[in-house]
Structure formats: structure tokens, C-alpha cells
């Protein structure tokens, strides 16, 4: 049975000037899969993940989320696609309840059910108590579990994640991965960016840049098997050491 | 419309909950009114005199007194030689030297006629001239007093054939300074507060990634842009009341053209200056970039305005700069109407301008802001 595929991207290319982030990259995403795309720092990851999420625009290339075309049907792809920066990017002056009211809004949402929404996150997050207080106030793991939750009030197909653990303490990690498994086992896929080599071991599948380029592409067993290592850990490493 | 409203309502508890926002919309006001009005004045008083009496005579003396008498000259002590009045007048201590010459009184009787030399501190000339009129009225005042006692009856005849000119000052007859400044200030408080607030606001959503979250989502281009300006119109019209109220309650100034003109009109002046606070944003990166930038404008503005020198006064190639100067039309409207009570009719043009302005800036902004790079 052939897997749906929420995103395929074709050689992908993005140029800044004479250096090229982004060099002719080739693959697909498919429904439900828990993706790592993984890479050093500027490896070119971010550079992609903002194309495929229609904030910036690709040099050459196409690349299709939720068939639609990221560069010109960038806001079709937008109502379907949930997206977590590595900044934390809520309203720290705005309590919880107003910031999901406001995202729940400028995406349409109607107020009864921005309101069921509400009630339901307040409830899964346990955050009854802080409910109105300034996010502000939250500690980064709160806010990161709630930015998640967040990006998934319109039911996109697809949430993007920009190293969405950045900074946080393991158990708040552990935590926010249940959050990940639940929404992939409803169908959600889940496309993620991280620096640490556990996670990769969540994911379904994992691809790693370097310099631009996806080297490697399977699942982390598989990986581990190609390149003779026990850990993902090493099969980065070593990808990364031949670049040197 | 719906997006909008919950932009809107967003903006409004991010200002209302930001502690530095309502001193700045309500203290500032009043502070920067009371504090310019009454300091940004053209009125030269208190003229610091000295004199040289090289004469001392009962005539010379007289004239002394005639300048202690004007409520426009403070006379200080008198210099013995030419050199002391210089060295003073070159430490700024004061500002004009009265230099009667020596057998003053026994020339003017005997020629009737006599001059006297007057040194004046020019450094700010606009100044020196007013000093050298207010310094001639005396004199002539002084010359009137003294030809009835000394100059025979003939030449009192030829005195009185004199023709007097009587003003009347129109629209402010008692040249009351803070009834012209008072409009005009009230323009640079409602200008600034709206320009720096709307250029630093959607700048410091770049600053700390929220706009990134809302490039994502599928908002469109003029709802985010609408709904961010419309609080801040809404601040700017608030300033004006707040202003407009002292400027009536503290000083006085009349308003005595249609106050809801001055209102239709900042309505569409406040959409050219968030237009432009906006356009700012556009292309700055941090706060700081856009605080720069929007000072720079505003300089430019305000020194070009006619609020503090008349445009008439500009030269040619200046004047016509003042014809894109947003704050130069605001100036001219609110002080018609507030001062000479002008109708439409009369501010048509300035409007026009104004709207132009503001479709263009507006189109500008909205066209500049991209979701995608």
C-alpha cells in the first residue's frame, strides 16, 4: 500500500549570494511518520524547513507540502501546517488563555471552538492554575509543551519543529516526546529539528545534512547498521567528520 | 474582519498592560506642553544693558532711566571705558552696550541733533534685530520728550504732521506667544508618539519572533496591518483629546473653528504617520535601526514644519521640501482652524495632500511588509 506523502521535495536549492544553504535536496515525508531532520549548526536545516513552511522562497527547485506548492501556494500551505520556532515565539505579555484565543483566531477558528480548545489543553497540560497568568512567568519547558500544543489548534497535517527542546531538562524533553507520540498516532506528521542524538532515536525516520546536502536518509536502525555504530550519536559523528 | 478583531483586541492588552504606556500617553502630553509652551518662545525680554556715560549729564541720565523704565530692558552697572563694555559683552554677560558720547547733552542743544553709538551681541541675529528695535522705540521715545523741552515751538509744528500707523493684530491680539505655540506642539506630541510607537511595535515582533509565527499562519497582509495600526490611531486620537483639553483648560488657547474638523482631519494625518511607522519597521531589523531612522525623519520634520520658523522665511529649494512634510500641513490646519476658525473650504488642499499622502504611505507599507523573503 503506498503511504500518502505530505511533503516531497525535489531539488531543493536556496542561494544567499555565491553561497548556496540549501544544495539540491531530494525527499519525501509520509502521513502519521515522526521525520528528524538533522544536521550541524548551519548544515542549512532552518534555511529549509522556512521554505517548506512558505516563509522563504527557494532559489530553484519545488518542494510540495500538503500538495500544495511552498512557493506559489505559500498561504494554501499555511492554513495546513503548524510551525514552533527555536525562539520561543508566544506573547510573554499575554496570559495562556490569550494567546490561544489570539492563534486559535487568526486561524479562523470559531469562538466556540476556540473555546473548546482552550478548556481541552488547559486540561492535558495540567495548567489549570496558571491559566491566567502572563506566559511570561512560565518556566521554558511550560511554554515549549504549550507553543507545541499551540501550533496544533488548527489541526494542520503536518506540524513543523524547530528544535523544539532546545534548553529544557531531560525530564521535560521525555515529556514533550509523549506530546510528539500522541499527536503522530492521531495521523499528525510530525517533521522535527534537533541537536540531540536521543530524539533522533524517536524518530520514524531520520535524514542529516551537511553542508547543504542530505547525506544520509532511513530509519536510525538502519543507519546505525550502515555505518557500523551503535549509536546515532556515531553515525552523525562520523558524517561529520568526513566533511573535515 | 473577524482576524482583525482578534489583532486588535491583542494590541490593546499588550498596550494596556505595558507599565510605560500610560504615563507616556497621559504625562507626557502634559509635561512636553507646559514645558515647551512656555520655554519655545520668540519673545525677547529681559535685554541685558550696560552703558558707557562718557557725558553724565542730567540728559544723559535721563535716557539711562528711560531704559530702566521699559519692562523689556534689565540695566546693569555701568562700564567706565569701551574696553570693559567689550570684555563683558564677549563673556555674555550682557547683551547690548549704550555708548553716549562725551558732551552729549551740550551737542544736542546746541545742534539739535546727536547720535550715539549702540553695540549689540549678534551671535543669534534674529534676536539683535528685535533688541535694536525695541532699543530704537526708547530712543525715539527719549527723542519725542526731550524736543518738547529743548526744540523750539516751530519744530514741535513739524513733529506732530507725523503719520501713525495703528495695527491690529488679528487672530491673536494680544500676540500672546503660547496661543501659536501651544497648536503646534500639540502637532509634534501627536506626530511622535504615534510615529515611534507604531515603528517600534511591529519591529519588536521581529525582535523577539513572533512576527515569524505569524508569517506562518495564513493571515493576510492587510488584516495584520490593519489590525496593528487601528489600536495606535486609536492612541493618537486620545493624545489630541488629552492635548486639546489642556490646551484650552491650561492655556487658555481658543478654539475657535469646528473642533471636529480638527478631528476629521488627524484622523487622516494619523494614517500617514503610522503608514510611515510602519514602512520604518519594514525595513529595520531592531528597535534601535528603527528609533534611528524615525528620529532622523522627525528632525527633518520638525525643524521644516514652519512650527518654529516661518516656511515663508525658507529658501526657495527649502520651501518646496516642506511640500512633503506631513507635520507642515498639520501645523498650518490645526493653527487655521483653532486660531482663525477656517471651515473645509479653506483647509481643502492641505486635506487633499493628506489623504494622497496617506494612500501612498499606506500602499507602501502594506506592499514593503512580506510574509516571504
Known sequence: ?244 | MKTIKYIVQKEIKQIMRNRGMLPIIFVMPLLQLIILSNAATFEVNNIRISYIDNDQTSISRELISKFEASEYFSVSEMYRSKKDADDALKKGEIDVVLDIPRYFERDLVRNKHNSLAVYLNAIDGAKAGVENVYLNQVVRDFNRKISLEIIQPEDKMLKQMNILSIPSFWYNETLNYKTFMVPGILVLLVTMLSLFLSGMNIVREKEIGTLEQINVTPIKKHQFIIGKLFPFWVLGMIILTVGLIIARLIFNVPIVGNIGLIYLFTAVYLLVILGMGLFISNYTDTQQQAMFIAWFFMVVFILMSGLFTPIESMPDWAQKITLLNPIRYFVEVIRMVMLKGSGLGDILWQFGVMSFFAVVLNALAVWSYRKTN
Open chain 1, 1 to 244: 500500500m503506498e503511504k500518502e506523502k505530505v511533503v516531497e521535495v525535489n531539488e531543493l536549492t536556496k542561494k544567499f549570494g555565491d553561497f548556496t544553504a540549501v544544495d539540491h535536496i531530494s525527499f519525501d515525508v509520509y502521513k502519521g511518520e515522526i521525520f528528524g531532520f538533522l544536521g550541524a549548526n548551519g548544515a542549512g536545516k532552518t534555511t529549509a524547513m522556512k521554505m517548506l513552511i512558505g516563509i522563504s522562497n527557494p532559489t530553484s527547485g519545488e518542494a510540495r507540502v500538503s500538495h500544495f506548492d511552498v512557493h506559489h501556494q505559500a498561504e494554501e500551505v499555511k492554513k495546513n501546517i503548524g510551525y514552533m520556532s527555536q525562539k520561543f515565539s508566544m506573547y510573554d505579555d499575554l496570559t495562556i488563555r490569550e494567546n490561544i484565543k489570539f492563534f486559535g483566531g487568526i486561524y479562523g477558528l470559531s469562538r466556540k471552538h476556540i473555546k473548546e480548545k482552550t478548556a481541552n489543553l488547559i486540561e492535558e497540560l495540567q495548567l489549570q492554575e496558571v491559566a491566567d497568568s502572563l506566559v511570561g512567568s512560565l518556566p521554558l519547558g511550560w511554554k515549549q509543551k504549550l507553543a507545541f500544543m499551540v501550533s496544533l489548534l488548527h489541526e494542520p497535517r503536518i506540524v513543523f519543529l524547530d528544535e523544539p527542546t532546545g534548553g529544557v531538562d531531560p525530564i521535560t524533553r521525555r515529556q514533550f516526546w509523549e506530546l510528539i507520540y500522541a499527536e503522530a498516532n492521531k495521523g499528525t506528521t510530525i517533521f522535527v529539528t534537533t541537536h540531540y542524538m536521543d530524539e533522533a532515536e524517536y524518530c520514524d525516520r531520520v535524514s542529516i545534512m551537511v553542508e547543504g546536502k542530505i547525506e544520509a536518509l532511513d530509519t536510525p536502525k538502519k543507519l546505525k547498521q550502515s555505518f557500523k555504530t551503535d549509536s546515532m550519536n556515531g553515525v552523525f559523528l562520523k558524517l561529520a567528520r568526513n566533511v573535515e
